[in-house]
């Protein structure tokens, strides 16, 4: 097998691109694809002071190596979320990382900011425990980012991820998630950063490719409160249909972002949003899910 580009011996098969690449030709593709996703969606800039959430998963280390190596103002984010041995190997992959190079890196323990872990909080409130965990996590990246003036906020969602969103989404004909769901999410508020998803792009698959070129460490597991998502679900579903036609995650995501995405953002008025009467950041309510969450917990102690 030969790089389709420089014709030296390959060293990996792109199927959905019928290209194969030696380590340096595959870079150049690699790099190619973040640069173009963050140029096409004017993501940020080198001037833009960037936060990274990473979680110690391939896609988040990977897009931290490269935000740094390519020269980005980026500076990482970790939400100790108190899931026993998960959070803690986690937490310190992260931070060996971020020691190793001296890159600068938040830590927020969830436990610590609102007085319970996430399975804490599973046990006494009633809701599917991802988007319980998503809801907390968002209220707090959103006040932090507005707290330290960041301009932009970025994440490692692959195409695999994004594919199995949408799959879920149209499955269930969320027109609201679907005009939402999009790689480029402007600031809505001037409390909300905006965000971004450079890896949109790429495959699991290339990321897991990228980060052994560059010998990344990261945590192969799931997260053990997500075993029952049914977003696994949707990726081995979408992982069958890639099997039999390489292209299918492709084109059905991509395809999506840049032809059936518009045509929900015209159906669907954006949210009108205005300030939690208790915390002050942006909601559709009177008051935000955090803050209803957080007197749910407090009822339920005092009822103890
Ligand atoms: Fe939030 Fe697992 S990471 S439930
Ligand atoms: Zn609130």
């Known amino acids: 097998m030969k790089c389709t580009r420089c ?14 690449f030696c380590p340096t030709c595959f870079d150049l593709f690699f790099s190619r694809q973040v640069e173009n996703a963050i140029r096409r969606g004017q993501m940020f800039t080198r001037d833009d002071r960037i936060l990274l959430g990473v979680s110690g998963g391939k896609d988040s280390m990977a897009l931290w190596h490269y935000l740094v190596e390519a020269g980005y103002r980026v500076e990482a984010i970790h939400f100790d979320l108190g899931i026993g041995d998960h959070s803690l190997h986690s937490r310190s992959l992260v931070e060996e990382f971020a020691r190793q190079d001296s890159l600068p890196l938040w830590i927020v323990e969830v436990a610590k900011e609102i007085g319970w872990s996430i399975p804490d909080l599973t046990r006494r409130i009633r809701r599917p425990t991802c988007s319980l965990c998503g ?31 949408l799959l879920g989404n149209v499955l269930h004909w969320q027109e609201d998630y679907l005009a939402h769901q999009s790689p480029v999410l402007p600031s809505p508020h001037p409390k909300m950063v905006k965000k971004v998803k450079p890896f949109y792009t790429l495959t699991g698959e290339e990321i897991k490719i990228y980060s052994s070129l560059h010998h990344l460490s990261y945590i192969d597991e799931r997260c053990p409160l997500s075993r029952k998502a049914k977003t696994w679900d949707y990726k081995e579903a979408l992982e069958l249909l890639e099997e039999r036609s390489p292209g299918t995650k492709h084109m059905f995501w991509l395809g999506f972002v840049e032809k ?45």
């Open 7 to 20: 014709k030296k011996p390959a060293v990996v098969k792109i199927r959905r691109h019928n290209s194969a």
């Open 135 to 165: 809801m907390i996590k968002r209220h707090l990246l959103n006040r932090f980012a507005w707290e330290n003036s960041f301009s932009v906020y970025t994440t490692g969602h692959n195409l695999d991820d994004e594919a199995a969103i």
């Open 260 to 304: 059936g995405q518009s045509y929900f953002t015209k159906e669907v008025s954006p949210p009108e949003l205005r300030e939690c009467s208790v915390c002050g950041m942006p909601t559709t309510q009177e008051k935000c899910s955090f803050c209803k969450t957080m007197e749910r917990l407090e009822r339920k102690g005092a009822s103890e």
